[in-house]
């Protein structure tokens, strides 16, 4: 996958914007990178280990640091900063975000869980 030509985050720091090369912008929210990080801590080391993150309406991106040219580590506000987002992830996030999300509120709400 090649790297974004352009990676911005919001004035309120409430959303990242990816552009590839050829393609349109994806915006992905804060939130849902957060709650779908590729950390360890958020999807465990098999399916069976994943955690269902609840409580991060709220969650803001503090910083984007580049990882190597093949990935981003984010800091959030609340100091999750420890998944790499390669520009292969960002670019699935961007392309299945409805699905993705859906399946993230699903989960809250099979688990009781709120968004916060």
């Known amino acids: 996958m090649a790297a974004p030509s352009e990676l911005r985050v919001s004035k309120d720091r409430k959303l990242l914007t990816v552009t590839f090369p050829g393609h ?15 950390s360890a ?12 993150v609840p409580n991060k ?3 803001a ?14 800091t959030f506000d609340d100091f999750h900063d420890t998944g790499i987002f390669t520009w292969a ?3 699935t996030l961007g392309v299945e975000k ?19």
Do not use: C
């Not at 801590?41 to 269902?52: C, I, L, N």
């Not at 999300?101 to 099979?110: F, P, S, T, V």
């Open 24 to 38: 349109a912008p994806f915006e992905l929210p804060a939130e849902m990178l957060r709650v779908l990080s590729p």
């Open 41 to 52: 801590e958020v999807q465990g080391h098999s399916p069976e280990q994943r955690v269902t």
């Open 57 to 59: 309406r709220n969650v």
């Open 61 to 74: 991106i503090l910083k984007v640091e580049p990882v190597g040219n093949y990935a981003v580590r984010i």
């Open 89 to 91: 992830y960002l670019a």
């Open 98 to 116: 409805a699905e993705r999300w859906q399946g993230y509120l699903d989960e809250l709400a099979e688990k009781g869980l709120s968004r916060g």
